[in-house]
């Protein structure tokens, strides 16, 4: 079993580069079943989420040759169709995809179920709405979805219900090759979508109006291959800029977009950082009290779902009452149990968390319940003295390329240890 440990206490201060972004990685490796050529994909996170992208594509036949330190290469040519393990599947939320390409490339898919953090709920009807709107035929079960077209994917109008990332993306890459124009109205904006239809528009693709609530795809005859670097990590970036405020410590921020990251440096900012912006860097800094605050949890511009337990540490830290209103995510306060047991002052009703803040966080055993509640404890540790420790790390090294090390690098007091199961010190309570 891993454990991380931290002795915190410790301002950061230094410099960090940020990684390739989780979220568009993954739909990128599984869009190049679509392009059915061979893709180099650049500036891959080195995080378990694309090591398990790369295993499926495999799975199904795909050849991939590392080329880089952070770069693959993919052969898509050899797929002959996407019946993925369901045991793979269920690993990761972002294998659903293989249903979008599959469709595209194939005309069918049989993918077993996505599993991802345990958020409560995760439906995925708005994507069988958009895969029936392109002329499929698709039943769930078995742990399975099975979606087959008559003839292939056909254009369609999809207004989605509500807006949703993975349904957004699925619909891009479903459509691509569809003979005629399909419009996705109320789609999600976030960056990755706009990633995904760059990686798509160099490979032959037309698409347009990604990065707004209106995007059209007209159909092409075929995608060819292309070299494509992946967009940098605004979740990880706003991570390290929490970590950076947390500790009233100093880090220069390199390789972001800063305006992917305005949600976060503003709220940050309301709360008492200093952040400076760069072409493709920020620099943060905090040294007086860090301030209350409230902020809601939206689609992208708005502040990401994915920075909540992040900003709740900082909440818990700044003197006085803030809160959190999270309108993504049913079960996203699973971290709040984790937090109390550092001392932190929490209560929730429903979607909306109310943080006493001001009393000092105290080191304890904790866990990471899920990939962003992780990197909560992390900071969390980072920021109170003496000696935490965190369990279930596998969830952090889902989403963060070497986070250990990065934070080492700017002088946290961190490290990852592996502690045999069957070691006494494992039941240390
Ligand atoms: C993506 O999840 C991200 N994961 C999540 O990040 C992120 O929290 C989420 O988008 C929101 O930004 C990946 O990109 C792999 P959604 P996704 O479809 O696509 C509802 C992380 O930490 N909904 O945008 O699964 C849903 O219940 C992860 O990196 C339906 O009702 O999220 C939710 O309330 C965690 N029906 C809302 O939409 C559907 O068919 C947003 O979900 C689909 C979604």
Request: aromatic content about 6%; some cysteine; charged content about 20%.
């Amino acid at each position: 079993m891993e454990k991380i440990i931290i002795d915190g206490g410790v301002a950061l201060d230094g410099k960090v580069e940020i990684s390739g972004m989780k979220n568009a990685a993954v739909a990128v490796l599984f869009a190049t079943i679509a392009v059915n050529d061979v893709c180099v994909i650049e500036n891959l996170p080195q995080i378990s989420d694309v090591k398990l992208s790369l295993e499926i594509l495999r799975s199904v036949g795909a050849r991939t040759h590392i080329t880089g330190k952070n770069a693959v290469e993919i052969d898509t040519r050899s797929v002959k169709n996407t019946v993925v393990p369901f045991e793979l599947a269920r690993k990761m939320r972002a294998s659903y995809y293989l249903v979008g390409a599959s469709l595209a490339r194939f005309g069918s898919a049989k993918v077993g179920l996505p599993g991802g953090c345990d958020f409560g709920s995760r439906p995925i009807d708005q994507h069988v709405k958009a895969f029936e709107a392109l002329g499929a035929n698709v039943t769930v079960g078995g742990g399975c979805l099975d979606a087959c077209t008559f003839g292939g994917v056909r254009p369609a109008n999809i207004f989605f219900d509500c807006v949703t990332v993975g349904a957004t993306i699925n619909t891009i890459i479903a459509s691509v090759l569809a003979d005629g124009m399909t419009v996705i109205e109320n789609a999600a904006k976030e960056p990755h979508i706009v990633d995904l239809a760059n990686f798509l528009n160099y490979c032959g693709a037309n698409i347009t109006g990604a990065g707004t609530d209106v995007i059209k795809i007209k159909g092409v005859e075929r995608l060819h291959g292309c070299n494509y670097a992946i967009i940098p990590d605004m979740i990880e970036a706003g991570t390290f800029m929490a970590a950076a405020a947390a500790t009233g410590g100093r880090l220069y921020i390199s390789n972001v977009i800063p305006k992917h990251l305005e949600a976060i440096s503003a709220k940050i900012g309301e709360m008492g950082a200093e952040i400076e912006e760069y072409d493709d860097a920020v620099m943060i800094t905090r040294r007086g009290k860090l301030l209350r605050s409230n902020v809601k949890t939206l689609p992208y511009p708005g502040f990401p779902t994915d920075m909540n337990p992040q900003i709740a540490v900082l909440m818990a830290l700044a003197d006085g009452v803030s809160q959190i209103s999270e309108t993504i995510w049913d079960g996203r306060f699973r971290y709040v149990e984790e937090l109390r047991r550092m001392g932190a002052r929490i209560k929730v009703d429903g979607k909306l968390a109310v943080i006493e803040g001001g009393y000092p966080l105290t080191h304890a055993n904790v866990r990471a319940v899920d990939l962003r509640a992780g990197a909560a404890m992390i900071i969390a540790g980072l920021a109170c003295d003496g000696r935490t420790e965190i369990d279930e790390v596998h969830y952090i090294e889902r989403g963060y390329d070497n986070i250990v090390s990065k934070l080492r690098s700017v002088g946290a007091r961190i490290k990852k240890i592996n502690i045999p199961d069957d070691d006494d010190r494992a039941l240390t309570v």
